[in-house]
């Protein structure tokens, strides 16, 4: 049986961006430079997938509904606020994070305009799967394990939150008439478009460092990639149920590793004490 979607937690979280080495991931630009790359298309997408669920929201008079949507938005909005400060040491490092924005923003903004808004929010659903899957591989195998300590607790957060989160989109689609032609079609788009804009930052960022022909990294990357134990294997089940008429993304229940990653912090994180909504009108 597919489990009841968790309570989502407002959780207060920040981290130290600072005095994080140039290439993080095991000293390895391959592997750190596809996480930046995914990071610098974070900010502008999460927005998207809030301002999605609350226009969709909005006509479906559902405080319960709400009530969800707004929690998601706190969380979402931390990430977008935490992606913000992470790009900022690529800007420092000499990419341009505001053309990259400018030209998604056009992208964004043409869909949000679209008439139908269940595309927006099939688009959302659509990666926010895409979010968890990678949550739950990096979480259940600890791909991690040899990555600066707090780039690993930064993007362990992420994803124990995009795996509690999951089923927001998708419930919110299904109120709003969301069907399963329309979900799939969108995603087949999606993962194309995202391996489109991903690849490029990333060629981009490893050929102006003169790392796009380094053997050893492309060596490593592609076992971090493509290996069996690789990420693209460890997400292959989740990214094929997607395609299943009859997919919830509960049908997989993945909770216990939002509860090991909880019960490895050493501190219990701080709750926000304010309203959700008024947190994230903060952070945009
Ligand atoms: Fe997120
Ligand atoms: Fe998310």
Redesign the pocket.
């Known amino acids: 049986m597919t489990r009841a979607a968790p309570a989502l937690r407002l959780r207060v979280r920040s981290f130290r961006f600072e005095t994080v080495p140039t290439y993080w991931f095991d000293n390895d630009p391959w592997r750190t430079r596809f996480f930046d790359a995914f990071s610098s298309l974070l900010p502008i997408g ?1 927005r998207l997938f809030i301002d999605s669920l609350r226009r969709s929201a909005a006509s479906l008079n559902d405080p319960q509904l709400d009530a969800l949507v707004a929690s998601f938005a706190y969380q ?1 909005g931390v ?1 977008g606020r935490e992606h913000r400060r992470y790009n900022d040491r690529l800007r420092a490092l000499g990419y341009d994070i505001d053309g990259w924005d400018r030209s998604q923003k056009a992208t964004v903004g043409r869909i949000s305009k679209l008439r139908d808004p269940r595309i927006p929010l099939a688009i959302t659903v659509a990666f926010e799967h895409v ?1 968890a899957a990678m949550g739950q591989a990096i979480l259940e195998h600890d791909l991690l394990a040899t990555a600066d300590p707090e780039m690993k607790a930064f993007w362990s957060w ?1 994803s124990a ?2 795996i509690e989160h999951k089923g927001a989109a998708f419930e919110v689609y299904q109120r709003a008439g969301g069907g399963p032609d329309l979900r799939r079609m969108v995603m087949a788009w999606c993962l194309f478009i995202l391996g489109i804009r991903m690849g490029r930052r990333f060629a981009h960022m490893m050929r102006k460092e003169g790392k796009l022909m380094d053997r050893a990294a492309w060596r490593a990357g592609m076992r971090f990639l493509l290996g069996r134990q690789g990420l693209l294997a460890l997400m292959g089940g989740d990214l094929r149920a997607f395609f299943r008429r009859d997919f919830h993304p509960w049908a997989k229940d993945a909770y216990h590793l939002v509860e090991q990653w909880e019960a490895r912090q050493s501190a219990p994180a701080a709750v926000a004490a304010r309203e959700p909504a008024a947190a994230v009108a903060d952070l945009s």
């Open positions: 999460e979402e990430h979010t992420h939150e995009e």
